[in-house]
Structure formats: structure tokens, C-alpha cells
T-cell receptor, first 115, second 109 residues
Framework: EAGVVQSPRYKIIEKKQPVAFWCNPISGHNTLYWYRQNLGQGPELLIRYENEEAVDDSQLPKDRFSAERLKGVDSTLKIQPAELGDSAVYLC?????????????FGPGTRLTVT | QQPVQSPQAVILREGEDAVINCSSSKALYSVHWYRQKHGEAPVFLMILLKGGEQKGHEKISASFNEKKQQSSLYLTASQLSYSGTYFCGTEYGEGKLIFGQGTELSVKP
């Protein structure tokens, strides 16, 4: 079974530039999560989708971050414009069911460096 | 609301045991445990639901103390492959995980 796929794996951009991350969850997983992980910290939830619906986006900085999950499968997370403080690893995870309590399978992440 | 993990770091020799604690100031619904190796994705270990159950996974087990709002992860007869950062994720009934700051475990030969 294929795991959660993310691309790109690494991205270096200058501040004020836009950037987008893509995630393909495990087939059949209804719930998709985007997390941000700063160095030496645990993952922090940005947004959670149940199928196509964003059910928790309370931690998403909506002035510069946006996300979409068309057709309830793949998802894209965008930052525009990027700031120096956005440098982090962006992790996508998916789980089966819609309770948000199932075991989560994480992708390898995208390491973003903003210069 | 972020859970507090202790210790922050621990160094073991192969074959030694370790305990990692995860404490919450708020009533827990469930606790999830993950291990992350450097530069890799977090990997699921186990979930514990409120009710004080204990679970086991090979030589790694965990308990949930509802009275103390605390979960403990037990690693027995540690192996080199156990090295990594262990995170607990706490859930309070809303389906959202809040991760602790992590415990870095190093197992030496």
C-alpha cells in the first residue's frame, strides 16, 4: 500500500514569494491534515479536512495561508506571501474515518526555507 | 493546552528500560504516541482511550492514568532502532491532536 505522498520534498524561496505544497493521502482515507513542524517541536495542526470540508482551520493564518482539497482526495497548501518565520517542515497526514481520532499516517514532509 | 512531556531527552545503553511521561492540565479523551527519526515522518505507535487501558506493541507499551490525566510510554530492553524523538498527541474530544514538545531518546551500543 502506498503511503502519503508529498511534493516537493524541499523548497527554498525568498521572502514575499508564493509557495505551494501538494499532498496525496492514502487511498480511502477520508480525513486529511496539514501540520507545521518547527525545529525541535511537535507538529502543529494547521487544517483538517473531512472529505472536501475543512472542519478545523482555526490555526491556519488565513491572511497568507490557503488550502483546498478538491474532490476529497489530493490537497494543496499555499502560502502567499511567504515570511521568514514560515521556514519549517510542512507535514501532511491522513486517517481513515471522519472522527479525527484514528491513527494518522504522515507523509515525508516538505522542508521550506524562506530567505 | 499543549501536553508536557518528560524527560526532554534520555540516553540509554542497549537493553536498558525507559519511561516517557505525557501530562495534560485538561481532561483527556485519548492519547496518541508517535516516534520520529531525524529527517523522517512521525510513525504511529499506539492510541490509548480514556478508561485507563494499557496497550502493548512488541517491547513498547503504554498506560493511561485518567485520574492524573497522564500517559506513560514504556520501552523495555531498548534496541538501537528505538532511537528517535517520541511525541505524545493529546485529544480532548474534538478530534484534534495537540502534540507535546517531544522526548529525544538515544540508544547507544
Amino acid at each position: 500500500e502506498a503511503g502519503v505522498v508529498q511534493s516537493p520534498r524541499y523548497k527554498i524561496i525568498e521572502k514575499k514569494q508564493p509557495v505551494a505544497f501538494w499532498c496525496n493521502p492514502i487511498s480511502g482515507h477520508n480525513t486529511l491534515y496539514w501540520y507545521r513542524q518547527n525545529l525541535g517541536q511537535g507538529p502543529e495542526l494547521l487544517i483538517r479536512y473531512e472529505n472536501e470540508e475543512a472542519v478545523d482551520d482555526s490555526q491556519l493564518p488565513k491572511d497568507r495561508f490557503s488550502a483546498e482539497r478538491l474532490k476529497g482526495v489530493d490537497s494543496t497548501l499555499k502560502i502567499q506571501p511567504a515570511e521568514l518565520g514560515d521556514s519549517a517542515v510542512y507535514l501532511c497526514a491522513s486517517s481513515f474515518g471522519t472522527s479525527g481520532r484514528g491513527e494518522q499516517y504522515f507523509g515525508p514532509g516538505t522542508r521550506l526555507t524562506v530567505t | 493546552q499543549q501536553p508536557v512531556q518528560s524527560p526532554q531527552a534520555v540516553i540509554l545503553r542497549e537493553g536498558e528500560d525507559a519511561v516517557i511521561n505525557c501530562s495534560s492540565s485538561k481532561a483527556l479523551y485519548s492519547v496518541h504516541w508517535y516516534r520520529q527519526k531525524h529527517g523522517e515522518a512521525p510513525v504511529f505507535l499506539m492510541i490509548l482511550l480514556k478508561g485507563g487501558e494499557q496497550k502493548g506493541h512488541e517491547k513498547i507499551s503504554a498506560s493511561f492514568n485518567e485520574k492524573k490525566q497522564q500517559s506513560s510510554l514504556y520501552l523495555t530492553a531498548s534496541q538501537l532502532s528505538y532511537s528517535g524523538t517520541y511525541f505524545c498527541g493529546t485529544e480532548y474530544g474534538e478530534g484534534k491532536l495537540i502534540f507535546g514538545q517531544g522526548t529525544e531518546l538515544s540508544v547507544k551500543p
